[in-house]
Structures are given as C-alpha cells and as structure tokens.
C-alpha cells in the first residue's frame, strides 16, 4: 500500500474550485508536518502550503495566499486537505502530498523538495481559460 495517496484532481475552468485529499497509510506523528507541492511541465516541483501536525501552523506560497487552504481532518490526522478557490491557469500541474515526520519551527526552506521523507504520486489539475 502506497504511504501516501492523493485524489481530488480534476480539469476545471478558470475561477473554479477544487479540493485535494491526501490520505496517509502510515501513522502520522504529532512531530509531522504534511505539505502540498505542485510540478508543472517543464518546472520545477514548488511548495504550495505546509500544515504542523501539533498545533495547525501553516506556511502558504505567495501565490496561492489567500485562495488555498491547508487543513487537517478533524477525525483524522493521517488525512490532509488543499482547499483551492479561485483558481487560475497558472495553477495547472500535477500536486503531490508529503510528509515530514520531524518538522521544525519556523521552517524557511518548507517549500523545497529536499527535506521531505515522503511522496505521494500525484493528481493531476488543469485549469482552462
């Protein structure tokens, strides 16, 4: 069974919304941070936002503050959400879960690749003009 599983991902029109679940198949300490990544085509993989497993903190990319939103299941801690609103085509790629299981704060480099134990496999959202 795969650690980490995304779902969600769908084609949608500019301006439209969506929302990404990611569910854990491992336990997921309250030391663990969770986080969204996106790769488009031809880019490189970027951080969109971050959750603290203990305590909710989160980090945000600056394009997507104030239109994603990262929680966790109230119920369950191994599944995490990307509530995305107003999204734009530059928002199209592939977003991928993962998973930290000893995050520090503050974190500055969140939003790097390097540093992540684990990864999902991706689901895919296009966003048409």
């Known amino acids: 069974q795969a650690p980490l599983v995304e779902s969600g991902g769908d084609s949608v029109q500019a301006g439209g919304s969506l929302r990404l679940s990611c569910k854990a198949s491992r336990y997921i300490s309250s030391s663990s941070c969770m986080g969204w990544f996106r790769q488009a085509p031809g880019k490189e993989r970027e951080g969109v936002a971050t959750?603290?497993?203990?305590?909710?903190?989160?980090?945000y990319a600056d394009s997507v503050k104030g239109r994603f939103t990262i929680s966790q299941d109230n119920a369950d801690r191994n599944t995490m959400y990307l509530q995305m609103n107003s999204l734009k085509p530059e928002d199209a790629a592939m977003y991928y879960c993962s998973v930290e299981v000893s995050c520090q704060y503050p974190w500055p480099s969140w939003n790097k690749v390097r540093g992540w134990d684990s990864w999902g496999q991706g689901t895919q959202v296009t966003v048409s003009s």
């Open positions: 959750i603290y497993i203990r305590g909710g903190r989160t980090y």
